[in-house]
């Protein structure tokens, strides 16, 4: 598996995290690292982010992590709790995946959303289904 080509389809060909700000740092196999900058428009009506930066990180650097063997995957359940509101002064967040269990048909991985100064905003358990196993 190339792993910096995966990579680079994530920040390149992913509009939506694109659109968020997400960026895949790391991948190996069954491990991804991801981070987005916070900007303004990531807050919400209370001054704090918006849970969905952080779910959009989680889903992002999971489902990197549930192709770092070659699998076309989806993701059929997402679970984040979230344990501190992260501040619209934080200056990023980071998304840490790691694969549970590598499956014929699913995928399960355990994730970690950090702030700059790493305390734990969001800790969750994602599935993803096998779409296609990977060329042999």
């Known amino acids: 598996m190339n792993y910096e080509e995966l990579m680079n389809t994530y920040n390149s060909a992913n509009p939506f995290a694109n659109s968020v700000g997400v960026r895949v740092t790391t991948v190996s196999d069954g491990y991804a690292e991801g981070e987005v900058e916070i900007a303004p428009q990531h807050g919400n009506t209370i001054a704090s982010l918006h849970g969905g930066v952080a779910f959009t990180l989680a889903d992002t650097v999971t489902g ?13 359940e997402g679970k984040l709790n979230y344990i501190r509101a ?47 196993q990977k060329a042999q």
């Open 64 to 76: 990197c992590a549930s192709r770092s063997r070659g699998q076309t995957c989806t993701t059929i």
């Open 86 to 132: 992260a501040s619209i002064h934080d200056r990023k967040l980071i998304g840490i995946a790691k694969v549970i269990h590598f499956g014929r048909k699913t995928i399960v991985l355990s994730v970690d959303i950090k702030n700059d100064s790493d305390k734990l905003i969001a800790t969750g358990l994602f599935t993803y289904f096998v779409l296609e």
